[in-house]
Structures are given as structure tokens and as C-alpha cells.
């Protein structure tokens, strides 16, 4: 299917680095339930590639947001040791959602992005 939505691409500064994301789709005030989903992609190491055919969602107009975690595809990949904890990359999360406001998201984790969604229900508590 050709994608006929809007793409932005861009950098969100986090911790020094730059974090890689694209947005696909119209991001306006969203229609009840088509919140945007944020995709987490599995890893640690293995870019977003593998989460593309999600973009598809994007012409049922629910915007798709894929990002790449700091170390892998398009962002910076930092080689301090010490900043490999599981709460750099929760706070990268909220770092995404901030930089591009997204209030409420359905959020899709796979692999290493599932156990990070898991662990994310438990550091907004």
C-alpha cells in the first residue's frame, strides 16, 4: 500500500545525544480512540526497521511514531558503559512523548520494547 500520509523526521535531544525519530501521519487533536501509537522496538541494538509495516496503520488515521533507541540506527550511539540502564531508556520514553506531545498514546512494544513498556507501567506509578 502506498502511504499517502504526512512523514516528519527529526532529532530530540536527550541527555546529550540525539534521538532519531519519524512520525507518520496527520498529528492534530486525535478522534476518540485513535490515539497515536509509539512504537518501542525490540533490541537492545536492532533499529525500528522491522516495525514499518505499522505504518500502514497511519491511513486509518492514527498517527505512528517510530523512534530509535540511543545506541542503534539513526541515533547517537554513546559507548559510556555506565549509561546502559534500563531507566536511561524509560526516561528516553518520556523524553519522546514530551518533545512531541504525545499526551495519550497507545504504546507498542516488541521484544526488548515490550519489556520495556512492561517496566514503563511501573515508573510512572
Avoid at 11 to 16: D, K, L, N, T
Avoid at 77 to 96: M, Q, S
Amino acid at each position: 500500500m502506498a502511504l499517502t500520509s504526512s512523514v516528519r523526521e527529526g532529532f530530540i535531544p536527550f541527555r546529550g545525544y540525539r534521538t532519531w525519530y519519524r512520525l507518520i501521519g496527520d498529528f492534530t487533536p486525535t478522534a476518540e480512540g485513535t490515539f497515536p501509537l509509539l512504537t518501542l522496538h525490540g533490541g537492545p541494538g536492532i533499529p525500528h526497521d522491522s516495525l514499518e509495516p505499522l505504518e500502514e496503520l497511519a491511513e486509518t488515521g492514527r498517527p505512528v511514531i517510530f523512534y530509535d533507541q540511543l545506541g542503534c540506527g539513526n541515533s547517537d550511539c554513546p559507548d559510556d558503559p555506565l549509561l546502559w540502564k534500563v531507566n536511561l531508556f524509560l526516561e528516553k520514553i518520556t523524553a519522546v512523548r514530551h518533545h512531541l506531545t504525545l499526551d495519550q498514546i497507545h504504546l507498542f512494544g516488541h521484544s526488548w520494547g515490550g519489556a520495556l513498556a512492561l517496566e514503563l507501567s511501573s515508573y510512572l506509578i
